[in-house]
């Protein structure tokens, strides 16, 4: 069974750091490209960062450029987002995600989400 798993959320001052993890079981995220999202309150989901599956393309959203990071460890089957320098705006939970196209139809793969809240 596919499961994408996050965790590392928390809640941190501003300027504080935090690194978030996907990980992946039923599958081999080394394979896929993968996205992470986030969604406040209020506000509709929105892609934060992304990493091909070959790792030579990387992505962010403007209001994140320059403080995150996303990265990937095959052996531990799981991608990272790195969040430094994190402002009270970046409150959201985060997602991960992993879709694609096999054989005509579209597989499209969620976790649950982990609470990040920044705040003093």
């Known amino acids: 069974q596919v499961q994408l798993v996050e965790s590392g959320g928390g809640l941190v001052q501003p300027g504080g750091s935090l690194r978030l993890s996907c990980a992946a079981s039923g599958f081999t995220l080394g394979r896929y490209a993968v996205g992470w999202f986030r969604q406040a309150p209020g506000k509709e989901r929105e892609g934060v960062s992304c990493?091909?599956?070959?790792?030579?393309?990387?992505y962010y959203a403007d209001s994140v450029k320059g403080r995150f990071t996303i990265f990937r460890d095959n052996a531990k089957n799981t991608v990272y987002l790195q969040m430094n320098s994190l402002k009270p705006e970046d409150t959201a939970v985060y997602y991960c995600?992993?879709?694609?196209?096999?054989?005509?139809?579209?597989?499209?793969?969620w976790g649950q989400g982990t609470q990040v809240t920044v705040s003093s």
């Open positions: 990493i091909s599956f070959t790792d030579d393309d990387t």
């Open positions: 995600n992993v879709n694609y196209w096999r054989g005509g139809i579209k597989y499209n793969y």
